[in-house]
């Protein structure tokens, strides 16, 4: 698989390459060089690779090996809490949380072998949210149902960090090196129309394509996807059957 200067690279082939910016170099040698493209690069490859992870996430498309499922267990007290709001339950989240995927109902999940994207049957679809905690060093989940296989916690998927390029699906491959090409384009000479269409593409096209692919991964029938470019949705047919529990 691809490593982080080659997902670099494919976004700096993306611009046309690097060009005077490296000395006439097209691409990089190494995100470690000593020079203001790669260094950009390593600063920024970190951040570009979570935003993608959570958006996928927030449109409940996760990239599989970035969800994960949890019983949060013991229910916060108000005091440990910031604001409940309209919530009646607040749970700590995991250290490794980026983003809650969904709540989900563990005891429907578990009859249908965790195929938990596969059918809204097991999705609560409740009002939830995902806040700061009191030190704004960690974050909580606030809900109103409790949704484990004993009803005394919540029962979530949620989306970690993929700082290993290992095991990066094409899709995310794509996403990252255009996200990536959208913002260092300056860096290389490009002007703004270009950083401007990078971004587009990623948001038109890239991001929507990845969301159908890993839709079809957690399917194992005919799924109709949301289509984010407009228009008709799209009918999707999954070849293979994936269980959720793949992801963890």
């Known amino acids: ?33 000593d020079n203001k493209v790669s260094q ?10 979570r935003r993608v992870i959570i958006e996928l996430a927030t449109r409940q498309a996760p990239f599989r090996q ?32 980026l983003s809650v995927i969904n709540q989900f109902d563990e005891g429907s999940i578990a009859t249908r072998d965790r195929r938990a994207f596969s ?15 009191k030190d704004g060093a960690g974050k909580i989940f606030l809900t109103e149902v409790l949704s484990n ?7 979530i998927a949620y989306a970690v960090d993929l700082p290993n390029t290992v095991g990066w699906s094409e899709q995310m ?26 971004l587009a593409k990623y948001k038109e096209v890239v991001v929507p394509d990845a969301v159908k692919a890993n839709l079809t ?5 005919a799924k109709q996807v949301s289509n984010y470019r407009g228009g008709r949705n799209t009918n999707i047919t999954s070849r293979r059957s994936l269980s959720c529990r793949d992801c963890c």
Do not use: H
């Not at 950009?40 to 690779?49: A, Q």
């Open 1 to 33: 698989m691809p490593t982080e200067t080659d997902v670099c690279n494919i976004g700096l082939g993306k611009l046309g390459g690097a060009g005077d910016a490296l000395n006439g170099s097209a691409f990089i040698g190494s995100i470690d060089d």
């Open 40 to 49: 950009w690069c390593k600063l920024n490859f970190p951040r570009v690779r």
């Open 66 to 97: 970035s969800c994960k499922f949890l019983d949060l267990g013991a229910v916060l007290s108000d005091d440990a809490v910031p604001e409940i709001g309209n919530y009646t339950y607040a749970f700590n989240l995991p250290g490794d949380c």
């Open 119 to 133: 059918s809204t049957t097991v999705n609560l679809n409740n009002q939830w949210e995902m806040i700061a905690d």
């Open 149 to 155: 296989s004993d009803q005394t916690s919540a029962f």
């Open 173 to 198: 491959i794509d996403c990252v090196a255009t996200l990536l090409a959208s913002e260092v384009a300056p860096v290389v000479g490009r002007d703004m129309e270009a950083s401007n269409f990078m």
């Open 217 to 221: 991964g957690f399917n194992n029938s």
